[in-house]
Structures are given as structure tokens and as C-alpha cells.
């Protein structure tokens, strides 16, 4: 392809790309949730700036015994590890974990 | 410019001054979006679109705005969901444009802005000279530069044109002398009726924001594409000659009016060349009659358009002549030659393989008024020192105790 053929402007033709470019490998920290301690309240939900922040319905069950319905998954594909999630845990359910040590 | 007596459009005889003439043809181009910043000697051209929104006029949207960042700012919104826009501004507000004129040319948009050119601070001038405009000649914008109030009348309705020409996609400018022509009232025809300016000016469809067909505008580039679409605004810039030219044919079909990129006087016969452009050319024309009364076969040529540089328009013109003088108004501080418009010249002309003798000339910075007796004395300067004279650099015209080995 050369400069004639490339829509002019830097224009993007086609709607929802996004999903193409795998932003995961720009994180130099990982969240890692605590499933024990997580509440579900879905703060970490609500302020994550690139919806990454997945809800799942696989029940979990803690060790206390108490059991449920959710379970929240980030999608390492795309989660850039801004730790806005982690900042904003009211439980510091949220880790920051070094991908490189 | 010529113009014809017999012309397509009927037309009516009005008395303006170039703000207003730019407003006239922004009317008549029915522009959907105006928003601007006021600041002298611009203001008239808002002032006036604002008086005719408020009668009725023109159905278009005056966005009131902080500063002149934001009004080109909210141009370029309003023209990438599709609408026609306008702008205008003079020096400090170019400036402060600045970062978002490349951004205009870099999407593609067809917006078209009059500048009413003043001095730049500091120290603070409020009048007349092309500082402004020749800062912003690496932004991508076609440029054109008026001498008179029809010019700028017309040159509005053609920077439409040519800007929203599929082919070029690439905004425009249109300017004119802050108060030598911004507030000097002169004659100038307009069409009775805006419908056969809207005839010349046909919305042609391109890439807008549309919900229904979802694009992404100014997206971020990597190293391996960002040079190819920056080549395309080249390409876009060398096409928009040949549609300026197309758009001059329409201008003159339909209005009667003569438009070419550089404007001659007696130039045909000429030994002597005078290049300069805007509002002073009128002024350099009477000053080539006086020379001509004296026995000097002198001429005059003025740059209409500037970007993109008609270099071999003015190499045909300069072919017999043996001296070009090139009178600049703006000042280009440490370049080998003070004067852009000559270091455009000298380096269009050598790729042209013309090297006649050149004087570079700097006047009328600062409002500071150019005249007849001015031009007479800069032609007798100019062969007084013949070759010695490019050595020089560029002479800055008038200047109390500038000196020149």
C-alpha cells in the first residue's frame, strides 16, 4: 500500500477497531484481585478508564464459607495497569504485581 | 485583476471595506458555522456576520468562544460532522492559532479563515504588516493574498471552492492589509442573487462524523504510516494549483473578473521588475507610471497566491526582465534573506533556471505607510547598487540609522 491508497488524514474507516490493538503490553504493573477479599461492589468496575474490568457469573465460594453469585476478571489483553482499580479498592482487594522483576 | 463588463451573474455595485466584503461572500457562500475571537483589525468581519445573523440573513451558528484557539477549535468540530465554516483573525489571534492550523490541514478539513494581517508584538502594534501571515506559510493552508475589496469579495467564494474540492481537502486562507484595506471602503460588484454563488459552490460530499457510519478522525500514527499521510498533504498542496486555476476560470466565467497567481503590470516589456503583494500594489502601480514618465522600463507584479508558490507563473514573467526587486512586508529574523517572499522568489526562480539580479526590500513594518515616492527611490536604490545589492541580504527600507557595507 502506498501514501494514494491510505485514506487521507489519518482518517479510521472502520468502527470499533480498537479491539485490534492489543494495549495489554504497554502495563508495567498487573492488578491482581484478591477474590477473598474482594466485596463486589464494583468500584473497580465503575472508575476502570478502558472497561477491562470483567463481571463473570462464576459463584465463588471463600474460605469463610460465604458464597457468591460474581466474580470479577480483568482482561490482560487491554488492561494498560493504570491501578486506577487498585487505588480506588475500598477493601485493597487489588494488587499491583511487577510483570518484569 | 481585470474585469469584464459583461458577466454571467447580474450583478450590483456596493461601497465596502474588506472586512465587510469578506463577510459578503461568507453570506453568500451560506456558511452553516462561524466562530471567532475579536481582535483589531479583524473585528468588522464578525461584527457584521453577526448583524446579519441577528437580521435574518444568514442561517448559520455564531459560537461565542474564549479565544482564538478555541474558535478554530470549534470549526474544525462543526466541519468534520459536514458543515461549512468560517473564521477570521489578525497576528497575536494567528498566533495563538498556531498549534491548531496544522491540525486543520492534517485532518482534511475544508475550512476557510480571513486574516486581516497586523504586526505582531512585541512591542505592541495594532496596524498593518504581513508578520502574522508569513509565520503561518508551513501550516498546509492554501493561501491566497488580496489587494482589493472585490478580491477579497472573490477570493472567499474561490477558497471554498478549491478547499472542498474532493482533489484538495486542505483549508484556506484569504488576507488582507489590517486598515489599508480592512477599513478603507472601496467599490466592488456582488451578485444580486446568492443562489448563483451557491450554484458555483455545490456541496460535494467527503469523510464527516456521522453515528450511522461510525470513522475515527484525528487518530494517533506511528512512525510507519505518519510520512505517508503527511506526502498526501503535499500532494493535496502541489494538485491545489491546477484547481486554483479551474477555480479562476469559474470566477471569471461567471463573475467576470480575472484572477492569476501572480498579477502584472506593464510587465511584458519590462526591465525592471517590482514583486510585492496585498493592499500596496495599487500604490506600486502609480509608482511604475511615475518611473515610466522618467524613461524606466519598469513593471509590477504582485503575489496573489502564496501558497502553494506559483513559481513558474513568475518565471515566465521574469524571463526578459534583468533586475526583480522583491518589496516584502515581514521580517524572517536571522534567514540569509530577511524578506520571505524573496527567499521564496530567488529559490523558486533557480529552480526555474532564472537568475536575474535581486533586491531584497523590507518596508511597511509596523503600518509604517509605503509610498509612491518610497517605491521610486527603492527602483533608483536598487540599480544604484546592482549585484552588490543580494550581498546586502535584504534592506530594511526607512530604518533611522541602518547601515549597509
Not at chain 2, 20 to 30: G, L, M, N, P, S
Not at chain 2, 303 to 317: G, H, M, V, Y
Amino acid at each position: 500500500m502506498s501514501w494514494r491508497e491510505l485514506p487521507i488524514g489519518g482518517i479510521i474507516l472502520e468502527a470499533g477497531n480498537s479491539v485490534k490493538r492489543k494495549t495489554g503490553d504497554w502495563r508495567v504493573l498487573r492488578p491482581v484481585i484478591d477474590q477473598e477479599r474482594c466485596v463486589r461492589c464494583y468500584i473497580c468496575w465503575m472508575y476502570c478508564p478502558d472497561g477491562v474490568i470483567e463481571i463473570r457469573d462464576t459463584p465463588y465460594r471463600t474460605k469463610a464459607g460465604r458464597i457468591w453469585n460474581i466474580t470479577f476478571e480483568i482482561d490482560y489483553d487491554y488492561c494498560k495497569g493504570c491501578g486506577i482499580c487498585a487505588q480506588e479498592c475500598p477493601v485493597k482487594a487489588i494488587e499491583l504485581v511487577e510483570e518484569v522483576k | 485583476m481585470e474585469t469584464k463588463l459583461e458577466s454571467r451573474v447580474r450583478q450590483t455595485r456596493v461601497i465596502l471595506n474588506s472586512n465587510y466584503a469578506a463577510a459578503y461572500a461568507v453570506r453568500d457562500a451560506d456558511v452553516d458555522v462561524i466562530s471567532a475571537y475579536p481582535i483589531t483589525p479583524q473585528t468588522g468581519v464578525v461584527e457584521k456576520l453577526s448583524e446579519m445573523i441577528a437580521e435574518g440573513e444568514l442561517d448559520a451558528e455564531m459560537i461565542h468562544v474564549e479565544s482564538e484557539h478555541s474558535a478554530l477549535s470549534a470549526i474544525i468540530g462543526a466541519s468534520a460532522v459536514g458543515a461549512r465554516v468560517f473564521t477570521a483573525t489578525s497576528s497575536q489571534g494567528l498566533e495563538y492559532m498556531h498549534e491548531v492550523l496544522h491540525i486543520a490541514s492534517g485532518m482534511r478539513l475544508p475550512l476557510v479563515m480571513a486574516i486581516a494581517t497586523r504586526a505582531l508584538s512585541a512591542p505592541i502594534s495594532i496596524w498593518n504588516d504581513y508578520s502574522d501571515l508569513m509565520n503561518v506559510r508551513d501550516t498546509s493552508w492554501i493561501t491566497f493574498i488580496a489587494s482589493t475589496a472585490q478580491e477579497v469579495y472573490d477570493s472567499i467564494i474561490e477558497a471554498y471552492m478549491v478547499s472542498e474540492d474532493p482533489r484538495i481537502l486542505l483549508p484556506s486562507i484569504v488576507a488582507y492589509d489590517g486598515f489599508w484595506m480592512s477599513h478603507t471602503y472601496e467599490p466592488l460588484y456582488i451578485p444580486e442573487d446568492r443562489k448563483t454563488v451557491l450554484e458555483m459552490l455545490p456541496r460535494r460530499p467527503r469523510y464527516t462524523l456521522d453515528p450511522d457510519n461510525p470513522i475515527t478522525m484525528g487518530s494517533i500514527v506511528n512512525p510507519d504510516w505518519y510520512y505517508e499521510i503527511k506526502y498526501q498533504q503535499v500532494e493535496a498542496m502541489k494538485e491545489a494549483y491546477r484547481v486554483i486555476r479551474e477555480a479562476d476560470a469559474k470566477i471569471e466565467e461567471n463573475l467576470g473578473r480575472v484572477y492569476k497567481p501572480v498579477e502584472s503590470y506593464l510587465a511584458e516589456d519590462s526591465e525592471i521588475l517590482v514583486l510585492t503583494y496585498g493592499g500596496i500594489y495599487g500604490t506600486l502601480q502609480t509608482a511604475v507610471d511615475l518611473l515610466r514618465s522618467e524613461g524606466l522600463k519598469v513593471g509590477a507584479l504582485r503575489l496573489r497566491l502564496w501558497r502553494p508558490f506559483p513559481a513558474r507563473d513568475l518565471k515566465t514573467l521574469v524571463e526578459d526582465a534583468k533586475t526583480l526587486i522583491v518589496v516584502d512586508r515581514a521580517i524572517s529574523y536571522g534567514a540569509s534573506i530577511e524578506g520571505p517572499v524573496a527567499l521564496e522568489t530567488i529559490a523558486a526562480l533557480y529552480r526555474e533556471g532564472l537568475y536575474p539580479t535581486i533586491a531584497s526590500f523590507i518596508a511597511g513594518i509596523g503600518g509604517r505607510p509605503v509610498s509612491e515616492d518610497d517605491f521610486r527611490d527603492m527602483v533608483k536604490k536598487a540599480l544604484e547598487l546592482g549585484e552588490r545589492a543580494l550581498k546586502i541580504g535584504s534592506i530594511h527600507w526607512g530604518v533611522r540609522g541602518a547601515e549597509y557595507e
